[in-house]
């Protein structure tokens, strides 16, 4: 698929919407990103956008935040090989259904599919309706050196499309003021998407869901290798 040049935001969110997905940064997996260019690389036409400068226009690290505080048609969160991506509303219920078909995070906790560690924070999660990443730790009931534990669930349930990352938010003093730096705040997926991507989710067979999003893949990236698109999709 040949996109627009991409020169500011708004390419990006057009092309985006146009593609369904994308890795966060760069395709080093070799499926599919609409920004393939980090700091010593040269993007393939002329344009402003590069990473880490602070400009809300051409800077995708800006970005990942902006798709989250502005619309509610795209998910940014760690859904690709335990790395950041973006997904589209068009696509979510395919990916929904390739990574959990209809199964619920107690059925595939019961099944030994998913981890302690990880239903902990998301029922945390569910309690409260979001959870900013520094409230999560202490709410889910982590020490202080299970950080690799608590690290590594909260990446299972978002590779396995449980909770979405939605935004971000500053800790806030006894007195009612913010202050530190800005954590990642989390939700359920099914908070951030709402009933009807989960409805089309259900209708959906997950071998069909996955054969859709191959079949996409190709379109993106004929050179996709068939082990690393299968990887891609299923977590």
């Not at 966060?24 to 599919?32: A, E, H, L, R």
């Not at 400009?55 to 760690?78: C, F, G, Q, S």
Request: with cysteine; net charge negative; aromatic share 14%.
């Amino acid at each position: 698929m040949n996109h627009s040049p991409i020169r500011n935001y708004a390419d990006f969110v057009n092309a985006l919407l146009e593609a369904g997905f994308s890795l966060g940064g760069g395709n080093n997996s070799g499926i599919f990103a609409l920004i393939p260019w980090s700091w010593d690389e040269e993007p393939p036409y002329e344009t402003p956008v590069r990473w880490h400068t602070g400009d809300l226009e051409t800077d995708p690290w800006e970005w990942r935040m902006r798709v989250l505080e502005e619309r509610n048609d795209i998910a940014y969160t760690k859904c690709f090989f335990n790395k950041s991506g973006y997904i589209t509303k068009e696509w979510a219920p395919y990916f929904i259904a390739a990574r959990r078909g209809n199964m619920s995070l107690e059925k595939e906790y019961e099944d030994g599919a998913i981890s302690n560690h990880a239903k902990r924070i998301y029922s945390a999660t569910q309690d409260y309706g979001t959870l900013p990443l520094h409230a999560m730790k202490q709410l889910a009931g982590f020490e202080k050196d299970e950080k690799s534990k608590f690290d590594s669930a909260l990446v299972e349930l978002q590779m396995k499309m449980y909770l979405t990352m939605c935004g971000r938010q500053r800790k806030i003093s006894a007195k009612g003021d913010e202050y530190g730096w800005s954590s990642t705040v989390f939700c359920t997926t099914e908070s951030f998407w709402g009933a009807e991507v989960f409805e089309k989710a259900a209708k959906l067979n997950q071998d069909d869901a996955i054969a859709e999003i191959i079949e996409r893949v190709l379109t993106l990236n004929p050179y996709a290798k068939p082990r690393r698109i299968l990887k891609f999709i299923t977590g």
